[in-house]
């Protein structure tokens, strides 16, 4: 089928891009497969993770199908859009139909994203990630590849007003080497692997970062233990119980 609706799409995020200056930075991209399946699975700070996700299998000339929850999809403005992409819409109550899409997109050569942690990360540290993932990729045959995203939750994320006009904000995209499923015994021993290349890559970004806060009103977007007033992860657990 022709791809009518994502291109449009890409090209009108990388107008907006620049239109707002937004300073990104994109390293392996390479790491990402011209041909055949892969499972991309990131760290998850931002509503727009997945934009930017996308951005950094771009180099490769892929097209990511996201796994994003079914409201998505029934939303009016932006169900539309998420159908014409060919996104796989996730019901939480009936997983295993959403999991087989996933499973048949890859062994049909697809790329497709994951955010493992399931939602944003409040605390803007890697969460405990569910298996799903590594799963797909084992029963595929694919490579999964950790994606660390970093600036994003400057630009909207849970608890905070989007500012999505916000000008010249860096933007890190860190793409990771391809973890094989064949060298791990089963799919939480690859979990495991695939927490502690995410969590480095992630931490990476956040030191690397270019810019720090402008002021003891503006620390909100780093983590805590970066010096930051970001929740802690054991209290972004208690917010996650209360208002998920």
């Not at 090209?11 to 620049?18: D, G, I, L, Q, V």
């Not at 942690?117 to 569910?130: D, N, Y």
């Not at 630009?155 to 973890?179: Q, S």
């Amino acid at each position: 089928m022709p791809e009518l609706v994502y291109p449009p799409v890409i090209a009108a995020a990388k107008t907006m891009f620049r239109v707002l200056d937004l300073k990104i930075t994109i390293e392996g991209a390479h790491h990402v497969p011209r041909t055949g399946g892969a499972v991309l699975a990131s760290n998850h700070v931002s509503y727009l993770d997945f934009i930017f996700c996308g951005l950094g299998a771009h180099e490769s000339k892929r097209l990511v199908r996201f796994m994003a929850k079914k409201s998505v999809f029934t939303h009016r403005i932006s169900g539309p859009l998420m159908r014409g992409m060919r996104h796989i819409p996730v019901d939480r109550r009936a997983g295993a139909g959403s999991y087989a899409e996933a499973v048949g997109a890859l062994k049909r050569g697809e790329v497709v994203g994951v955010f493992p942690e399931a939602t944003i990360s409040r605390s803007f540290t890697v969460k405990e990630l569910k298996s799903g993932a590594t799963r797909m990729a084992r029963d595929a045959g694919v490579p999964l590849l950790p994606v660390a995203l970093w600036g994003t939750q400057r630009l909207w994320t849970k608890g905070r007003p989007r500012t999505l006009t916000r000008r010249h904000t860096p933007i890190t995209i860190l793409v990771g080497e391809p973890l094989d499923p064949s060298a791990y015994p089963d799919a939480n021993a690859m979990t495991g692997d695939l927490n502690e290349r995410l969590s480095t890559l992630v931490d990476r970004a956040q030191r690397e970062y270019p810019e720090s806060p402008a002021g003891p009103d503006d620390t909100w977007w780093l983590p805590a233990h970066l010096g930051g007033t970001a929740p802690t992860p054991a209290e972004a657990a208690a917010l996650d119980r209360t208002s998920p």
